[in-house]
């Protein structure tokens, strides 16, 4: 979509590459404006018909006609990109000078035959070359540049560089409607991630993804005849493989490999649900953005480990390595000293975890958005987000990072759609129902709260003994008088400027609960002024702002089941102890909490019934001492130096 143009009279002319880098796309002008593309009044969101404006291939401009003074309008337009995001990257930040990469798109026939003879003639080429790594397949995430060559717009996740007039073809064909360029520009929000995903958008992410493996396959094929495995890198081209698919087996690799910077990183591939061989590659990458005069490799290097190895004993993975320039790395001493360590910890972790089933609490939970499974262990960027002093290209989450905390708590955990809540209710084998997200946002649900079945659904579970957690805007959605759709399970309510001259309900901060209950250091939600109040007396508030008012944590019965409500949950070891006595709390399962169970919530236990294993970790760098508690009740010392791992033989224990 272009910028944003103001009518200053009833002719506007718009340059639809204004503010785009015009080193990496160029205008399609090889098919028919008028058929794909479209201009809107953005003011009364109306489209402008085809009759009022025109587009001058040899200016470049479209020419709005009738337009309305002081209406803004916008153009959205088709272009190929013709320089690789990837290979942009590398000559803008690594400095490379070798000749500008194009992007091959496999959908069309010509394209694709070039491709597979390429690909027959690197394979014979390359007769000792024993794994090929796909790196990865078709599509490249979206990543727009503005004019200076900086993101525009970004989604990992995103589908918008997928579309060819081909492929646009052939899905009205098989669906039966045709896709207009609105369905991908979405108002400007191209459709991004933390937008409720319209059914469209859902359709055309199926029907690439069906090519993609189909595409995938014909290449896994082509390196299993020729006596070598095949492995994918779920890294900038992974788009449209989607492995939490019912699809994505059908590929074959037989190596699934994917960068983690945190335990999200690591359970989104430990968790995926296939057989093959499952590799992460660490952070930092040796590119000189870290490695150079003043960086520091080492402390993100400490940092990020840390929070994998607490996920990995959850959900042990088989391989771990590195990307970049070793001759970078090699001028960090002590950060090669620290991999060495990390290295050595990790197949200590192989070893005595053999891949089992770790010990796992008697706690099913399934986090809920309008997502499900294809979305599972994707980070939950908040409003903060956009506001975060952060290096490029490293994920760090500001906002919500419950699924941080989650990531490393021995409990099961299962993505659920609100699709299927509609169309089946709560499984049977879910206790813990979270839903964790900024208000109106797929993380939250938006309009999903407004459907009678999804929320009577939920809300008679609960009510059956079920329990539900919600962080910063569950069940958010102006309906009928409520904000939260599901206040009365929480027992709160969030004032959004509609009733601000109704009291809310008084209410006592009781001296002891068991979601409080253990040595916290301080209690951190990352807001101080939630906007939610009490609405019901017997809702048990446990943490307000300083002030008394701004509720943080209440817990509440309802029914035979209990609700719990989070203003935030920004990632540190006390907010993991604390979702940790929340979900058994909800569950209703207070007295199997202490089983393989860490006193010092600054460290962990791990154990693995199958091998006789159990394992205590230190996250923090001070030594630590802490008592484990087993399921026999027998309670174990354990002290730690900082950061350290120990294993123990439960014979021994």
Excluded at 108 to 115: D, K
Excluded at 491 to 516: L, Q, R
Excluded at 561 to 580: C, E, F, K, Q
Aim: with cysteine; net charge negative.
């Amino acid at each position: 979509m272009s910028e944003y143009v103001t009518a200053m009279s009833e002719t506007v002319q718009i340059d639809p590459m204004a503010n785009y880098f015009r080193e990496k796309y160029e205008i399609d002008t090889n098919h028919d404006p008028k058929d794909r593309w479209q201009v809107f009044d953005r003011t009364t969101g109306q489209e402008v018909p085809v009759s009022d404006w025109q587009f001058d291939a040899e200016t470049g401009l479209v020419t709005v006609q009738n337009a309305k003074k002081f209406h803004t309008y916008t153009v959205n337009f088709m272009v190929y990109q013709i320089w690789d995001s990837t290979s942009m990257y590398n000559h803008i930040s690594n400095n490379w000078t070798c000749e500008h990469v194009v992007s091959t798109e496999p959908y069309h026939a010509e394209a694709r035959e070039h491709l597979m003879g390429f690909f027959d003639n690197w394979l014979e080429e390359h007769p000792h070359t024993d794994v090929v790594r796909l790196t990865t397949l078709a599509y490249h995430f979206v990543l727009d540049s503005d004019k200076h060559g900086v993101d525009k717009y970004r989604d990992w996740v995103g589908y918008m560089d997928t579309v060819t007039v081909e492929a646009l073809d052939d899905f009205e064909k098989e669906y039966g409607y045709r896709l207009t360029s609105e369905d991908f520009v979405d108002q400007g929000f191209y459709n991004a991630t933390h937008r409720v995903p319209t059914q469209q958008y859902l359709d055309w992410m199926q029907f690439i993804h069906r090519f993609v493996i189909e595409f995938g396959k014909e290449l896994v094929d082509k390196v299993h005849a020729a006596g070598k495995k095949a492995a994918m890198f779920q890294g900038d081209h992974w788009v449209g493989t989607e492995p939490y698919s019912d699809e994505f087996s059908k590929m074959g690799i037989d190596i699934n490999v994917g960068a983690a910077e945190d335990g999200v990183a690591l359970r989104r591939l430990a968790d995926s649900p296939n057989d093959e061989i499952k590799e992460i590659r660490l952070y930092p990458y040796f590119f000189p953005d870290v490695f150079c005069e003043g960086g520091d490799p080492l402390s993100e290097s400490v940092s990020n480990w840390v929070k994998i190895r607490r996920a990995m004993l959850r959900k042990p993975i088989d391989r771990i390595g590195y990307g970049g320039y070793l001759s970078l790395a090699a001028k960090f001493p002590e950060f090669v000293t620290q991999v060495e360590s990390l290295c050595d910890e990790f197949r200590t972790i192989k070893e005595y975890s053999q891949k089992t089933r770790p010990f796992t609490g008697p706690v099913v939970v399934g986090v809920l958005n309008a997502w499900g499974k294809w979305r599972s262990w994707l980070n939950n960027f908040g409003c903060d987000q956009k506001f975060f002093v952060k290096r490029p290209d490293v994920v760090a989450v500001a906002g919500s990072n419950l699924l941080e905390c989650l990531s490393g708590l021995p409990v099961e955990v299962r993505f659920l759609s609100l699709s299927e809540i509609e169309q089946n209710g709560v499984p049977a084998d879910i206790n813990v129902l979270i839903n964790d997200g900024e208000d109106g946002t797929a993380w939250s649900g938006g309009h999903h709260w407004g459907n009678e079945t999804v929320v009577s659904a939920i809300r008679e579970w609960v009510y059956n003994g079920g329990g539900f957690a919600g962080n910063i805007g569950p069940t958010a959605y102006p309906h009928q008088g409520r904000y939260f759709q599901l206040a009365d399970v929480m027992g709160v309510e969030k004032e959004v400027g509609c009733s601000v001259m109704t009291a809310a309900k008084k209410f006592d901060i009781p001296e002891k609960h068991f979601i409080t209950d253990d040595a916290f250091d301080a209690f951190d939600f990352g807001t101080e002024n939630s906007y939610v109040f009490c609405d019901s007396e017997n809702t048990e508030v446990l943490k307000t702002k300083s002030d008394g008012l701004h509720i943080h944590l209440a817990a509440n019965e309802f029914g035979s089941g209990r609700g719990v409500y989070m203003a935030g949950l920004p990632y540190s070891i006390d907010n993991s102890r604390l979702l940790h006595r929340v979900l058994f709390w909800a569950a209703g399962k207070e007295d199997q909490l202490k089983q393989w169970f860490s006193s010092n919530l600054n460290t962990d236990c791990a154990a693995y019934p199958e091998t006789g294993k159990f394992a205590v970790v230190n996250n923090v760098d001070a030594s630590q001492e802490t008592v484990i508690s087993t399921p026999e009740g027998e309670q174990i010392t354990v002290n730690l130096k900082p950061y350290e791992m120990k294993w123990f033989s439960m014979k021994d224990a």
